[in-house]
Structures are given as C-alpha cells and as structure tokens.
C-alpha cells in the first residue's frame, strides 16, 4: 500500500504520481491560475472553500474592475497572511481590495502542523514560526494513512473506469470552484439538495466539539496580515461565510454558534480598530440569500455569492449573470 501511494501519488505530496491526483493541491493550484491570467486582478477574495463560489465575474459586472478567487480547502489564519504576503510581493500587483471570508475554524485553537500550507511549493515558508510537521510522520502520513489509501484506490478506479461524466468539483480560470455534476442536476430539476444538506452535517459537527475557544495565535495572524494590508493601503472587507439554516439547527446547542458569534465580536473589534471593514452577512435574510441554494451545509452556489457580493460591495442591484 505505501509502494502504491508513493507511485500513484493521490495527495500531491511526492511529486512521482503517475495519475492526476485525487485531492486537490488548490493553494498551488490558485498560484498557478493566478500567474496564468492576463492582468493583474484589483479585487482578490481571500477564504476557506466557503468563500470559493464567489465568482470574480460578478465583482467585475459591479465595479468594472478585474478580480480573483484566492479561497482555499481548509484555510486558516496563517493562510490568509500567506497568500497575502505571496499576491503582495508582486512588483506588478495592483490589489487594492480584499473580499475576506473568516469561518470560525480559522482561528481554531489547535497545536499541531497546518500540513496544507506546509506542503504548498508556493505558500510555505511565508508565515514564520508555523509548527513544522515532523519529516518521517508527514511522509507516513503521505504513504498510510487512511486517506492517502482510499484517495490511491480512488485515482486508480478512475484510470481504469474513466472519470464521471461531469466532475464534481473544478476550478475555473478566475479560482472559482464549480461544481458541474450538482449543477447539472440543478437545471434538471434533480439535485436532492435536502439530502446533501443533511447528509454533510455529521462531518462538520465534530469540527466544533473540542472548539472550546479562539486561538491567540492565530488572531496574531491574521492581525499581522490586516496591518501589512493597511501599511500598503490595501482595503480589506470582512465577513463570516453564511451556513445553512439546518446546520444552524444542528449544532445551536454546543460551539458552533458561540464560536460564530465569538468571531463577528472579533471583526467587529477590529473594525472599531480601523484595520479592516466588517459585514454582518451570517443571516441570509441580510443579502436576500436562499437556503435552496446550497451545495451542502457549508458551501453556497453562485446565485448566493452573487447577493453576498453585492452586500459586501454596498451594491444595491444583484449581477445578471447567475
């Protein structure tokens, strides 16, 4: 099983994969979209995968001016402070506004390695004082761990299969993730989204079990990247991705929703410092959002991106587009 991680590779993490990996590398992925387009984007949105159906198109159609989907699988602070560091040190960027999407588990108080960001060829080493990940436990990890082994048997069953007609996700030019598999079945009338909904929650509560308070840390990050914007009179835009109503529901009687409001309180904070501009968006009735439009409990499609950037642009009309 490891001889066979090693060859296939399905994490990106070695370099020798003989399949297209099975899980995405986006923060290397996103670098190298990123240096592909053809002007520098003035708007560049920064998150977890709850802020990556934000579509730049719409951000255009509303200020006329070019932007960027930078979100990521999984973000924290301390990958907001990178891709930050890693957009600024273009001597051709022009940003001058940030969209900046803060989930809660962002600022998670845990101890141990951020190996997304340690494994970036593009991000890493741009953050100083992350906890390294111990070299023979992240290469076990990328040789037997559970998921290294199903995402193997993953990649090989598609090699010898094919791939699904649509995939359910990919990213598009500007970042933005797509999902066309659920799309298609959007505009056939048959995604069960009730059922990806429900079905999502019992692998996001856990998330919030132990989450007994904010990190320091990583609110050190994330203030050390607002003055860094400030400094270079970049604008940054804060706001708390909006859940879906029923993982509300679910998690209202442990951390979730302390945790959610906890990190408003903290934007907000923050606001009153001058050191960015905060948004209340959690409540969908705030931007005239739809539970309908949901992928899953976390992840919204583009008609409620579109109406949560017209909140965020102080827009009153919503993009045609959808």
């Given amino acids: ?55 730049p198109a719409c951000i255009n159609q509303l200020t006329g001016e070019s932007a960027f989907n930078f979100g990521v699988n999984g973000a924290a602070a301390e990958d907001y402070l990178a891709i930050f560091r890693w ?11 940030i969209l900046l999407g803060v989930d809660p588990e962002a600022l998670q108080d845990t101890e141990g390695p951020h190996r997304p960001l340690a494994d970036s060829r593009a991000l890493r080493g741009l953050v100083a004082g992350m906890v390294e990940p111990h070299r023979w436990n992240a290469v076990a990890e990328d040789l037997w761990s559970r998921q290294a082994i199903v995402a193997s048997v993953r990649s090989l069953r598609y090699a010898v299969q094919g791939q699904p007609d649509l995939p359910s996700t990919r990213l598009s030019a500007d970042g933005v993730q797509e999902y066309p598999r659920f799309d298609a079945q959007v505009r056939a009338g048959t995604f069960a989204q009730e059922e990806q909904v429900r079905g999502s929650i019992p692998g996001i509560l856990p998330r919030y079990n132990d989450f007994a308070r904010l990190s320091s840390r990583r609110l050190s990050l994330l203030v050390t990247m607002l003055r860094e914007a400030r400094d270079a009179r970049i604008q940054v835009i804060a706001f708390v991705p909006p859940i879906h109503p029923e993982l509300e529901r679910a998690g209202s009687g442990g951390y979730l929703p302390i945790r959610s409001k906890e990190t408003a309180d903290t934007l907000r ?21 739809d539970p309908a439009w949901y992928y899953d409990a976390l992840h919204f499609m583009p008609a409620n991106a579109d109406r949560l950037v017209a909140l965020l642009l102080g827009r009153q009309t919503v993009c045609a587009i959808q």
């Fill in 87 to 97: 957009l600024h040190r273009d001597p051709n960027s022009v940003v001058h506004e």
């Fill in 269 to 289: 904070g923050l606001d009153r410092a001058g050191l960015l501009h905060y948004v209340e968006a959690r409540d969908l009735a705030s931007f005239g959002g």
């Fill in 1 to 55: 099983m490891a001889a066979l991680s090693w060859l296939v590779d399905p994490l990106a993490a070695f370099g020798t994969g003989l399949l297209p990996p099975a899980i995405s590398a986006d923060r290397d992925y996103k670098a190298g979209l990123y240096n592909r387009l053809p002007t520098p984007p003035s708007i560049v949105v920064i998150g977890s995968s709850r802020s990556k159906t934000i579509r």
